[in-house]
C-alpha cells in the first residue's frame, strides 16, 4: 500500500508540474519575451481555451515520451500548426504560438523525463507496467 501511495504522490507532483506550473512559466516567458505585450492588441477571447490547450497539449506530449511514442508528438505539432496555419501569417502571432508550442515540447520532455527517471529508479516502474499493460513495445534501455 506504501508503494502504491509513493507512487501516487510522484505521479500528482509530475502532473501538477506538468499542467498547472507549466502554464505559470509559459505565461512567465511571454512576459520575458514581451510577446504578452506583442499579441495584447489582437482580439483576446472571453475564455481561457489558450491555458486548456497548452494543458492538453503537455499532457499528451508527456504520455507520448513516456511511452516512447514519436508519432504522438509529431501528430501533436501537425495538428496544432494545421489548426492555426492562416494566424501564421502574423508575425507576432506566429512568435507567440512557436514559443508556446515549443515551451511545450520542452516542458513536457522534461517533466516526462524526470518522472520515468524517478519512476524506474525509485518508484514502481509505472511506465513498464502501462507499457506491458497497453501492450505497447518500448524501446529497451541498453544495459
Not at 509513493?6 to 511571454?30: D, E, P
Not at 486548456?52 to 508519432?71: K, N
Not at 520542452?106 to 527517471?117: C, N, Y
Request: charged share 20%; aromatic share 12%.
Amino acid at each position: 500500500m506504501q508503494q502504491i501511495l509513493h507512487a501516487l504522490a510522484y505521479t500528482i507532483a509530475g502532473y501538477f508540474l506538468l499542467t498547472w506550473f507549466g502554464n505559470v512559466l509559459c505565461r512567465q516567458i511571454f512576459s520575458l519575451t514581451g510577446l504578452k505585450d506583442a499579441t495584447a492588441s489582437d482580439d483576446a477571447p472571453a475564455h481561457n481555451a489558450g491555458r486548456w490547450i497548452g494543458t492538453l497539449e503537455r499532457i499528451i506530449l508527456a504520455i507520448g515520451v513516456i511511452l516512447q511514442r514519436w508519432e504522438i508528438l509529431a501528430a501533436v505539432i501537425a495538428l496544432k500548426t494545421v489548426s492555426r496555419f492562416k494566424d501564421l501569417d502574423k508575425r507576432d502571432f506566429a512568435e507567440y504560438f512557436l514559443v508556446g508550442s515549443l515551451f511545450s515540447i520542452l516542458w513536457a520532455m522534461l517533466v516526462a523525463g524526470a518522472w520515468q527517471a524517478y519512476d524506474h529508479s525509485v518508484g514502481m516502474d509505472l511506465r513498464h507496467r502501462a507499457t506491458v499493460l497497453l501492450g505497447v513495445e518500448a524501446i529497451k534501455p541498453k544495459a
